[in-house]
């Protein structure tokens, strides 16, 4: 019962290096989000795939970029990471839309 | 600035009590969903409203979507400890952007 599986779930970087945050699903869904969650915020999307061969822009896309590898595989990569980018990262996964959402567990990112 | 605006922040009763958890905006929304989320996970649709007006039971949980479709609570009869989350409620304006409220800390005392 794998469904979405986010990798690290944990990860310290310093400012300025650079990491990948690596997301796949197993139900062969269309559409793919990355979403960060920070206290008092709520969940922002990130980038969404709408599907396999697309990416577009969420609410706060500066400072990221996404792959959609294939149509399982969702990754989001920080090029030069940032304090502001301490946060809980979630994949998610949708059938298609307006399907129901499938998060992850969540990736744990501090930057320091 | 949230587009859901989501009250009160923090909600905590004895086991047994009644709860509502608000959810509001100035926004119309094509529908609008309730998460729960727990501690280490990620959140977990409860359910979607769609249609103006709109009633959903879910066990002890209610869930009414605002005639205008841009308000909607969430009620809980009886809580219970298991009922001890963050809920979170989601608008749909298009079809891939879910704009999410801050969440409402629910804990529920044994």
């Known amino acids: 019962n794998a469904g979405v599986t986010q990798t690290p779930k944990f990860q310290v970087l310093k400012t300025g290096q650079s990491m990948t945050l690596q997301c796949a699903q197993d139900?062969?869904?269309?559409?793919m989000y990355w979403y960060r969650q920070d206290p008092g915020m709520g969940l922002r999307l990130i980038y969404y795939?709408?599907?396999?061969?697309?990416?577009d822009k969420g609410e706060v896309p500066n400072g990221y970029n996404v792959s959609r590898l294939n149509k399982r595989e969702f990754s989001l990569r920080l090029e030069s990471a940032a304090p502001s980018q301490t946060s809980v990262y979630f994949c998610a996964s949708s059938p298609g839309a307006p399907g129901t959402i499938y998060f992850g567990e969540g990736s744990w990112l501090t930057v320091v | 600035t949230q587009l859901l605006e989501q009250s009160p922040q923090f909600l905590s009763i004895q086991e047994g009590e009644n709860l509502t958890v608000y959810c509001n905006s100035s926004?119309?929304?094509?529908?609008l969903q309730w998460y729960r989320q727990e501690p280490g996970e990620g959140p977990v649709l409860l359910v979607t409203?769609?249609?103006?007006?709109e009633v959903k039971k879910l066990k002890r949980l209610t869930f009414q979507f605002g005639d205008a479709r841009k308000d909607s609570s969430l009620h809980i009869t009886a809580a219970q400890p298991g009922d001890t989350g963050l809920y979170l409620c989601?608008?749909?304006?298009?079809?891939?952007?879910?704009?999410f409220g801050a969440g409402t800390t629910v804990t529920v005392r044994a």
């Open positions: 409203v769609v249609t103006g007006g």
């Open positions: 795939s709408a599907s396999e061969g697309t990416t």
């Open positions: 989601a608008g749909r304006s298009n079809d891939y952007k879910l704009s």
């Open positions: 926004s119309v929304f094509s529908s």
């Open positions: 139900m062969n869904h269309n559409s």
